[in-house]
């Protein structure tokens, strides 16, 4: 039996990009440890986005955990911080929502890439990354309902993670990331019935696809809706407001390198959540660059949409 994520009926609202949100109100560059350098140096910011983004109308919230890795802490020699800002991480999200008092809020640990986001190039072999997403998991789990591999650039990057985080037996969402001139495709080029494919065994109850173009979720969600109609799974996408990520991007290179489009306000990006929505879409929300904002506007949206079976 796969385990599900409880969610209520109708499309759910997701929280938008924790990391470029923290930037903003930092007000400057917090280093290549970018978000995880904020659970260091003011972790009350990290715990106040959270609740900007449930009051905001967002029923799951992802925790601080995307640069909250082994790979990276390691390299900053900073590796022995590894489980504390993890379980930090998961105790300012809990904090959150209990702050805020909406207990029905749902917190997802995210488990992200571990040898650079949107590189299918530099994933490594299954031995190398399945432990070191058991490990992060394992730190996490105390404080999450379920996990969420996200921005997944390639099949088999999203099997290690599952793979990783299956023992602890809490439902799994994989979300992959996509080529941003719309083909549709993961950034390795495969398929999105390709990625469902190889994930035939493991035990994850929600696909979805993120951290690219509006436009290419939309391209992409006919193939999202396939998946999800092969065993009645929810699906969706939350896009970034990126200007273009190239392919041979690195994270040394610095997160400003990717720019930010200026035709993605909270009006157009809600458009383009509603053509995900009329396509089939239940899990909506957004990622980096789609702030508090942009949710309270999907919220809207949501609230304004047909209840199901109406």
């Known amino acids: ?36 350098q904020v659970l260091l140096d003011k972790p009350k910011l990290v715990q106040e986005v959270h609740e900007d983004f449930i009051r905001a109308g967002a029923r ?39 702050s805020v008092g909406d207990a029905d809020v749902l917190i997802t640990g995210s488990l992200p ?39 997944m650039s390639s099949a ?22 996509l080529e941003d001139h719309g083909s549709a495709r993961l950034r390795s080029g495969e398929t999105v019935a390709e990625a469902y494919a190889a994930l035939d065994g493991l035990p994850v109850s929600g696909f979805l696809v993120n951290c690219c173009s509006p436009e290419s979720v939309t391209a992409a969600m006919p193939a999202l809706a396939a998946v999800g109609g092969q065993g009645n799974w929810p699906v969706g996408g ?39 929505l009329d396509a089939g879409a239940r899990l909506v929300g957004g990622c980096c660059e789609i702030g508090p904002g942009h949710i309270a506007r999907l919220r809207r949206l949501l609230d304004e949409r047909p209840a199901p079976g109406a």
């Open 1 to 36: 039996m796969i385990p599900q994520v409880p969610l209520p009926n109708g499309p759910v609202l997701l929280d938008g990009g924790m990391g470029q949100e923290l930037l903003a109100r930092v007000g400057g560059s917090v280093g290549e440890l970018w978000s995880a």
């Open 60 to 98: 799951i919230i992802t925790t601080n955990t995307y640069t909250a890795i082994r790979t990276k802490l390691d390299d900053a020699g900073m590796g022995f911080l590894f489980e504390d800002l993890n379980r930090r991480a998961g105790k300012l999200a809990v904090q959150a929502r209990d």
């Open 113 to 151: 890439p571990f040898y650079g986001s949107f590189r299918p190039d530099l994933v490594q072999a299954f031995d190398v990354i399945e432990p070191m997403y058991r490990e992060q998991a394992e730190v996490l789990a105390p404080y999450v309902d379920f996990f969420l591999c996200e921005t």
């Open 156 to 177: 088999a990057e999203a099997v290690a993670a599952v793979a990783g985080a299956a023992p602890l037996g809490k439902p799994i969402w994989v979300a992959w990331t």
């Open 238 to 276: 939350f896009a970034n407001g990126f200007a273009e990520i190239p392919d041979d991007w690195e994270s040394g290179d610095g997160i400003e390198t990717l720019g930010r489009r200026h035709d993605l306000d909270e009006a157009i990006y809600a458009s383009h959540v509603k053509d995900w």
